[in-house]
């Protein structure tokens, strides 16, 4: 911490005085423009218009974001073709997947989430969360940019998915703001307020805040913890200040403060293998949870401690000199802390002892499956992240060539132990107090790992446009990135052979088994609670690779322009010593080639355009999870490990498209067709059903999210988004009133390939079996692939009436999901390790209406 903050004040000091190109600016965050000519992306971090960025790219204004009710990722990857969202711990701690590039359990992003041109602090923890578009951060924008495809030449972190770009609103020279007031279903209410002051003519700032709060829609139909999930409680903050210090030299900083405390999250059972020793648990459940009515959004909590709390706070100064009238240099630096507290139950398990008696609505003792939490005073992650770039851009005097160079740094730190609080198998009355017997003497267990990451990334870069004429163009660029991750373990777990009698011990997986003084000895033996010594391990992946892009761009006319591109993307590598022989995996890389066209009309009562971009994806070594399953008698639980997938394709199209008739009718379209197929997968051991015996490997298979012939996950081969916008009709006195609607396509989709064995033991039996001894379902979904995720089709719908009857007035009604869809978002993946299947399910109708009073001006 105290090297990281001095690097930090050096830097700062650093950004005070050097010198910076001009800050990116996006389209004005009044109202939607009706063309494309008006809308402008920093895609390419410079200001462009859309038209002319050869890259393929979703942008929606802070008008789309508030008629489509987007408050977090979800919300965004709901309307986004292509864009999908890895939502396993809840809706607060989801991440994004661009093309079929997803982020997985200990791995960088794949896509990076960019806010005024800085990537979104780090989180180190051991479940995915942080590192991207949080609540909090969609309000006061002037627009999104979803990038898709590899953008690693000129953003600070090689992401192969793509990235997401929020821009924000940047003071103005005029006294105003709003005041947004709205109320919904589930009790929600939200309150937004916005001031903008010019202190001087030189001197702007910009002050913000977001409150929300909503009613869970996840009922607990236990009396264990809160009675309701997936709730909404959060508060953001943002200050800018625009400083002018001179006609070429501007000074702009943005502090962001967001604090979300929740219940989180619950899984919902919803099939069983009665092979299983935990499917007669899993069978009890089900039945109870249909003894007294539970539907779709009701679920079993076991977790007295749920919570999901997250703290986000963020500097960024930007300082931007213009040299001369051909050269720009512009510096970001930045500062941040991510911190998080999350209790959930992993499974949603509710497992009774007894026989004979319904759990519902009595406590009675109870099994924890497999809780997530954090050691008390400890926090899940807890983290700090500082970066920092120097940019030189510039053209030549007769304008042919516009370049722009530069170096990124970035260090992340822990501030401090990431403590992980996994209770396994056991009853408690306070597990935190270590109130608790075992079930099993060889499995029962608290497990604590005590984690640090570390996270450093160093680049430079150059890229250039030429333009051989007017209408042909080359553009070339090339980045080389340094990577470098840390993982410091302290394996401490905890056994309950003797109830409510903790024994320690160290359980350190570098060494294949359990270990005392260094010893291995295959036994459990206590020792002090947290004496590190004995138990601390640290292992260092590091990965530095050249990424590049080549994109030659033709334009006959100017609201035509043809593009084809090769790009090469990079992800860095990692490391995690839990799990043996898994506990390192490299980088992977991906070449993709796009063929492209982006057409625009302007003139006339119909404006318009239509983008289609075409890509190729060769990826090899694709970091993918999977289950590792352990062998009988192993002295680990099972586990989720990241491997390196030998090698996949991906190939698709990609359709962004709006037209507008008479200012009236105004239609847009996007849709995404998505191929992928994993073709190899290595590294992977057979089945090994020996028992374990102290120094062998653990595990008895390892079983990926993908399979070889098969699809990725998260990637379905149809997206579909249509939205309608009619202005009605109606005298100028009146103001100004629309409505619109926005049908959302999505095609089935494989979340996991993880439960492919027990549904083919169900679709065909072996000799002697029946379906029903492999899989039961319950009565809440039709039987299929526990990991296949069904097609859905949303409606969503808005009514806007701005400046009513001439005031300074909003007025707006929203509902999302209007036909009550039924669908799951995501899965658990319990079949391989506990007999039982879990998922998350999606957010019901939920409907608003919303007030904003503006003024000043």
């Known amino acids: 911490m105290k090297g990281l903050t001095s690097r930090f004040a050096i830097l700062s000091a650093t950004a005070m005085s050097a010198v910076l190109s001009t800050p990116a600016m996006a389209q004005d965050s009044g109202e939607e423009a009706f063309d494309s000519n008006t809308i402008i992306v920093t895609a390419r971090r410079t200001e462009e218009r859309l038209q002319d960025v050869p890259i393929s790219i979703s942008v929606y204004s802070q008008a789309d974001i508030s008629k489509r009710n987007i408050v977090n990722s979800a919300d965004l990857a709901t309307y986004t073709p292509s864009l999908s969202v890895n939502s396993k711990f809840g809706p607060e701690k989801a991440s994004f997947s661009i093309r079929g590039f997803v982020q997985d359990l200990g791995t960088v992003p794949s896509v990076g989430v960019y806010f005024a041109d800085t990537v979104a602090p780090r989180a180190g923890g051991a479940t995915t969360s942080g590192e991207g578009a949080g609540v909090g951060s969609m309000f006061d924008l002037q627009n999104v940019q979803v990038l898709k495809g590899p953008q690693g030449t000129l953003f600070g972190r090689n992401t192969t998915g793509g990235a997401v770009l929020l821009v924000p609103n940047k003071p103005t020279d005029l006294l105003e703001g709003y005041v947004e007031g709205s109320y919904g279903n589930y009790d929600m209410r939200r309150v937004q307020a916005v001031l903008n002051v010019p202190l001087a003519d030189t001197f702007k700032v910009r002050l913000g805040v977001d409150r929300m709060k909503r009613d869970g829609y996840i009922h607990n139909l236990t009396d264990i913890g809160p009675s309701r999930f997936n709730n909404t409680d959060y508060i953001a903050a943002r200050l800018s200040v625009l400083a002018e210090l001179t006609p070429d030299l501007e000074n702009y900083t943005v502090a962001?403060?967001?604090?979300?405390?929740?219940?989180?999250?619950?899984?919902?059972?919803?099939?069983?293998?009665?092979?299983?020793?935990?499917?007669?648990?899993a069978a009890r459940q089900i039945a109870g949870e249909a003894s007294v009515g539970g539907g779709w959004w009701d679920v079993s909590n076991t977790d007295a401690y749920a919570r999901n709390k997250f703290t986000t706070w963020q500097i960024i100064n930007t300082t931007t000199w213009q040299a001369s009238d051909n050269l720009t240099v512009k510096n970001i630096v930045s500062y941040g802390q991510f911190q998080e507290v999350a209790r959930q139950t992993l499974e949603g398990e509710y497992y009774y002892i007894p026989d004979g008696v319904s759990p519902y609505g009595t406590i009675n003792p109870f099994i924890n499956l497999i809780h997530l939490g954090n050691f008390p005073n400890f926090k899940n992650a807890d983290e700090e992240t500082i970066t920092e770039e120097l940019q030189l851009q510039g053209r030549t005097s007769d304008g042919k060539l516009t370049w722009?160079?530069?170096?990124?740094?970035?260090?992340?730190?822990?501030?401090?132990?990431?403590?992980?609080?996994?209770?396994?198998?056991?009853?408690?009355?306070?597990?935190?107090?270590?109130?608790?017997?075992?079930?099993?003497?060889?499995?029962?267990?608290?497990?604590?790992?005590?984690?640090?990451?570390?996270?450093?990334?160093?680049?430079?870069?150059?890229?250039?446009?030429?333009?051989?004429?007017?209408?042909?163009?080359?553009?070339?660029?090339?980045?080389?990135?340094?990577?470098?991750?840390?993982?410091?373990?302290?394996?401490?777990?905890?056994f309950f052979e003797t109830p409510f009698v903790p024994s320690w011990y160290c359980n350190n997986p570098l060494i294949n088994g359990l270990i005392v003084n260094g010893v291995n000895t295959g036994q459990k033996k206590p020792i002090a609670p947290m004496d590190f010594k004995q138990c601390y391990a640290k292992d260092t992946a590091k990965s530095d690779k050249p990424t590049w892009t080549i994109d030659l761009e033709y334009k006959p006319t100017t609201d035509i322009l043809l593009f084809a591109k090769w790009t090469r993307g990079y992800r860095a590598g990692g490391v995690n010593p839990t799990y043996i022989p898994f506990n390192a995996w490299g980088p992977e890389k991906v070449d993709t080639y796009e063929l492209g066209t982006k057409t625009s009309w302007y003139s006339g009562a119909l404006k318009g355009y239509f983008n289609l971009t075409g890509f190729y994806n060769d990826f090899r070594d694709q970091q993918i999870q999977a289950t590792?399953?352990?062998?009988?008698?192993?002295?680990?639980?099972?586990?989720?490990?990241?491997?390196?997938?030998?090698?996949?394709?991906?190939?698709?199209?990609?359709?962004?498209?709006?037209?507008?008739?008479?200012?009236?009718?105004?239609?847009?379209?996007?849709?995404?067709?998505?191929?992928?197929?994993?073709?190899?997968?290595?590294?992977?051991?057979?089945?090994?059903?020996?028992?374990?015996?102290?120094?062998?490997?653990?595990?008895?298979?390892?079983?990926?999210?993908?399979?070889?012939?098969?699809?990725?996950?998260?990637?379905?081969?149809?997206?579909?988004?249509?939205?309608?916008?009619?202005?009605?009709?109606?005298?100028?006195?009146?103001?100004?009133?629309?409505?619109?609607?926005?049908?959302?396509?999505?095609?089935?989709?494989?979340?996991?390939?993880?439960?492919?064995?027990?549904?083919?033991?169900?679709?065909?039996?072996?000799?002697?079996?029946?379906?029903?001894?492999?899989?039961?379902?319950?009565?809440?979904m039709p039987p299929r692939n526990p990991g296949l995720m069904p097609s859905t089709k949303l409606l969503n719908l808005n009514a806007n009436w701005d400046s009513i009857f001439g005031s300074p007035i909003d007025a707006a009604f929203f509902m999302t999901n209007v036909t009550n869809e039924k669908f799951p978002v995501n899965v658990v993946n319990g079949f391989n390790s506990f007999g039982l299947e879990s998922q998350i399910v999606n957010e019901p109708r939920m409907y608003g209406v919303r007030l904003k009073l503006r003024f000043g001006g």
Request: proline letters at 7%.
């Open 404 to 494: 722009q160079a530069g170096g990124y740094f970035e260090q992340a730190n822990p501030m401090g132990y990431n403590v992980q609080f996994t209770p396994f198998l056991l009853n408690c009355v306070d597990p935190y107090q270590y109130q608790c017997f075992g079930i099993s003497p060889t499995s029962s267990s608290i497990s604590a790992p005590w984690q640090k990451r570390s996270y450093s990334s160093r680049a430079i870069y150059a890229q250039g446009t030429y333009n051989f004429t007017d209408q042909l163009a080359l553009t070339a660029g090339a980045r080389y990135t340094w990577d470098k991750q840390s993982y410091e373990y302290d394996g401490t777990g905890i």
């Open 256 to 281: 962001t403060y967001t604090k979300s405390d929740t219940n989180g999250t619950v899984p919902k059972v919803i099939a069983y293998n009665p092979k299983s020793g935990f499917g007669s648990f």
């Open 628 to 780: 590792l399953v352990a062998k009988q008698g192993a002295p680990l639980l099972g586990g989720t490990a990241i491997i390196n997938a030998g090698k996949s394709r991906i190939w698709g199209i990609e359709v962004d498209a709006s037209v507008t008739v008479a200012d009236i009718l105004k239609l847009d379209a996007g849709y995404t067709y998505l191929n992928t197929k994993l073709q190899e997968l290595s590294g992977i051991p057979a089945d090994d059903l020996v028992p374990w015996v102290p120094g062998a490997s653990s595990w008895s298979r390892v079983v990926p999210t993908a399979v070889v012939g098969g699809p990725l996950s998260l990637s379905p081969k149809h997206r579909l988004t249509l939205t309608g916008t009619l202005n009605l009709p109606v005298p100028e006195s009146a103001g100004k009133l629309s409505v619109g609607a926005t049908f959302v396509y999505t095609a089935k989709q494989y979340a996991s390939r993880a439960d492919d064995i027990a549904w083919n033991n169900y679709t065909n039996p072996p000799a002697g079996t029946t379906s029903t001894d492999w899989i039961v379902f319950a009565d809440v």
